[in-house]
């Protein structure tokens, strides 16, 4: 069982833009127009990264290679608007929602993570055969980890 939590606010994995174009004689001696696809969340390589410093000082062993089931628990702020005023500026609004139910949702949350931890905790992502993916608010950001060796992988 590896066990770690990333600090850190989370950022989507998953969704892609068209930047442009570039062009790219073919063996036909043809031009081509290529699309270049890019990630479209700004923030996912900077969290990437720290998840994978996080996880290379939990794990220390070569990736895994046995089926692995894994629990995500993403840690959100509060938005100011949650809080009262004044001197009620730190509690919590009776109409404030339990679950942070807003973008970004909690399927490319998980997306960016698991592809940082690629190569470092498992060997592919297509590994994982059971995961649980939950939001929360809380008062430090980022993500706790949980990652099993399935027990009848022997």
Not at 3 to 12: K, M
Not at 53 to 75: D, E, H, M, R
């Amino acid at each position: 069982m590896i066990q770690f939590f990333v600090p850190g606010t989370p950022a989507p994995g998953g969704s892609k833009r068209l930047k442009g174009h570039f062009q790219r004689r073919t063996a036909a001696g043809k031009i081509a127009r290529i699309p270049l696809i890019v990630d479209d969340c700004a923030r996912n390589a900077s969290w990437r990264q720290t998840v994978q410093v996080f996880a290379a000082q939990a794990y220390k062993g070569p990736p895994l290679t046995a089926p692995l089931a894994i629990s995500a628990t993403f840690v959100l702020t509060r938005p100011r608007g949650h809080y009262g005023t004044g001197k009620n500026a730190h509690i919590v609004k009776a109409s404030a929602p339990k679950y942070p139910t807003t973008k970004p949702d909690a399927t490319k949350l998980f997306r960016s993570t698991e592809d940082a931890l690629t190569g470092i905790i498992w060997r592919d992502d297509a590994q994982i055969v059971a995961q649980t993916v939950k939001k929360e608010y809380g008062d430090t950001p980022g993500v706790k980890l949980l990652i099993t060796v399935m027990a009848d992988a022997a």
